[in-house]
């Protein structure tokens, strides 16, 4: 809710990681040989026949299916003197999502996917380097086991907030291999950070926050300071100014946070008491 009180944006909330779903779309065309995605030529012949299909050509797709589970207030559609597509100009549309590291893929694949599909993206992305402080509050939140049954169920998150053809086709299968073992060792780091995903009888251990932490970290650096910033809530719930400097970052001016808002205080009270506010003067430039 916090970055919603800048001008132009639209944020909606969990989706359940369809940004990884998404991906599948495309992995299928990129891993599946032949890999449709990556052939530098056209293909005249044989069953594949297509032409050569432009790199970023899947990032409308990607970008289209999340605008949207992002669309208009209900009001808006069912206004037939309102375009949607007008309503939706000049804004900034964006989501939350917590599951992102639970996909079968790694950082650096997310990343990859993310540089690709969404180039002109910023990402926060928000972690607790306190892990025992998170896994306290994932207790006290969801009441041990039965909580962890209902954060599968309900949302995911802190309870405290927030081509010679021989020659190709030797050439592909060592690439297939490589990439396999790539593959394969991502998905024991993905196993890794969900083992507890499927025990009914446990709850999130710090050793699977850890690795959520080191996912979200990983991220950041793949991903870069142009276009990810990595922010510590165990910093900003006490800092207003680190909340200021990523209102900067999005490239905002003339924003600032006068205090910070305990969203999810005790579970999910919502703070109807501190004003959520960056000044009459903020503006977007872009915009």
Not at 152 to 171: P, V
Not at 251 to 270: L, M, Q, R, W
């Amino acid at each position: 809710r916090r970055l919603t009180a800048p001008p132009n944006p639209r944020l909606s909330g969990e989706n359940h990681n369809q940004l990884h779903y998404i991906s599948l779309l495309t992995s299928n065309l990129e891993t599946n040989r032949p890999r449709i995605l990556k052939h530098p030529t056209d293909k005249t012949t044989g069953p594949f026949t297509h032409n050569a299909i432009p790199k970023g050509t899947m990032a409308c797709m990607a970008q289209q299916m999340t605008h949207a589970l992002n669309p208009p207030p209900l009001a808006v559609q069912q206004d037939g003197s309102i375009a949607m597509e007008d309503y939706d100009r000049g804004l900034i549309l964006g989501f939350k999502t917590v599951r992102l590291h639970s996909g079968t893929w790694g950082a650096q694949k997310a990343a990859e996917f993310l540089m690709e599909h969404y180039p002109c993206a910023r990402i926060v992305i928000n972690h607790r380097s306190n892990v025992t402080h998170q896994y306290q509050s994932y207790q006290r939140t969801f009441h041990g086991t039965k909580g962890e049954r209902k954060l599968r169920s309900d949302g995911d998150g802190d309870g405290d907030d927030d081509e010679n053809e021989e020659e190709e086709e030797e050439e592909d299968e060592d690439e297939h291999t490589d990439e396999d073992n790539t593959k394969d060792n991502e998905n024991e780091e993905n196993d890794k950070c969900n083992k507890n995903d499927n025990d009914q009888d446990t709850g999130p251990s710090i050793e699977r926050l850890e690795c959520a932490n080191e996912f979200q970290n990983e991220l950041h650096t793949h991903l870069g300071e142009k276009m990810s910033k990595l922010i510590d809530m165990d910093e900003w719930s006490q800092d207003v100014e680190v909340l200021n400097d990523v209102v900067e970052w999005l490239g905002y001016e003339n924003c600032a946070f006068e205090s910070i808002v305990h969203e999810n205080n005790k579970g999910y009270a919502t703070d109807n008491v501190t004003q959520l506010s960056v000044g009459d003067d903020c503006f977007y430039p872009l915009i």
